[in-house]
């Protein structure tokens, strides 16, 4: 699926939507692949499926959550996929490693680099808790 893929650090985040939970360890993998949107989250959901993701509640506690932020420039507002992400932007959990792994490429709804809206946006309650550089070291585009 994924070609020569690179991964972030990993960060600690307080949950979002349901606060009683415990807190989250966020990543992310750039790569390539000739899968399609659809086929690619399918495959996600089939990922967390086997390694024991419960249905629960909207944002409620869960094993594990893999999510397709980007697919290159691509845009659609599918039912079933919407990329970018629609709340990426909203999501310094989500942003800050997706700019660490692929900080060049342009958020095609923003207009700029992921790694200018690293630096802009407030990551508050994150800690980067392995392998990372520290987010405030990103280069400056």
Do not use: Y
Request: proline share 9%; aromatic share 6%; with cysteine.
């Amino acid at each position: 699926m994924l070609d020569s893929p690179s991964r972030s650090g990993v960060f600690e985040s307080e949950p979002v939507g349901f606060l009683d939970q415990p807190r989250f360890w966020n990543a992310a993998i750039a790569g390539r692949s000739e899968l399609t949107a659809p086929e690619f989250l399918s495959r996600l959901k089939q990922i967390e499926s086997s390694l024991g993701r419960q249905p629960r509640f909207r944002n409620g506690p869960r094993e594990l959550d893999l999510d397709l932020l980007l697919l290159g420039d691509e845009v659609r507002g599918h039912e079933t996929v919407e990329l970018p992400h629609p709340r990426l932007l909203d999501r310094p959990f989500a942003l800050l490693p997706a700019a660490e792994v692929a900080g060049d490429l342009v958020h095609p709804a923003a207009g700029c680099s992921l790694r200018h809206l690293a630096q802009t946006c407030t990551p508050a309650g994150m800690v980067r808790i392995a392998g990372s550089r520290d987010w405030e070291s990103l280069p400056r585009s």
